[in-house]
Nanobody, 129 residues
Framework: QVQLVESGGGLVQPGGSLRLSCLAT????????MAWFRQAPGKDREFVAA??????????YYGDSVKGRFTVSRDTGKNTMYLQMNNLKPEDTAVYYC????????????????????WGRGTQVTVSS
């Protein structure tokens, strides 16, 4: 059973930056496909970014609302995935969740929450002046 622990959330002013981390307790970390989702109060869970393994590395995918501002990466030596968030806006306020799948989804499936078997508990990000 993969366990995921998110960290790095907090309160930041508009235009600021945060880096979220997702630590996975799984020895097969490099074989996992991983993603970030977020959920604001009263809204559906929204796809943010994904890291899909490809050959010896990986490919990254982003939701339209964060493209150009957020960057997903991972460090297999630390079993950790990151989400660097720049130029944050009030509408980025949400609980951010890390998710993983041991399967091999096609790229068009990466943005669906149902693709992922394991989820973290989330970390709150609040963007406000």
């Amino acid at each position: 059973q993969v366990q995921l622990v998110e960290s790095g959330g907090g309160l930041v002013q508009p235009g600021g930056s945060l880096r979220l981390s997702c630590l996975a307790t799984d020895s097969t970390f490099s074989a996992l496909n991983m993603a970030w989702f977020r959920q604001a109060p009263g809204k559906d869970r929204e796809f943010v970014a994904a890291f899909r393994r490809s050959g010896g590395g990986g490919m990254t995918y982003y939701g339209d609302s964060v493209k150009g501002r957020f960057t997903v990466s991972r460090d297999t030596g630390k079993n950790t995935m990151y989400l660097q968030m720049n130029n944050l806006k009030p509408e980025d306020t949400a609980v951010y969740y890390c998710a993983v799948t041991s399967g091999s989804p096609i790229s068009s499936r990466l943005r669906y929450a149902s693709t992922y078997e394991h989820w973290g508990r989330g970390t709150q990000v609040t963007v406000s002046s």
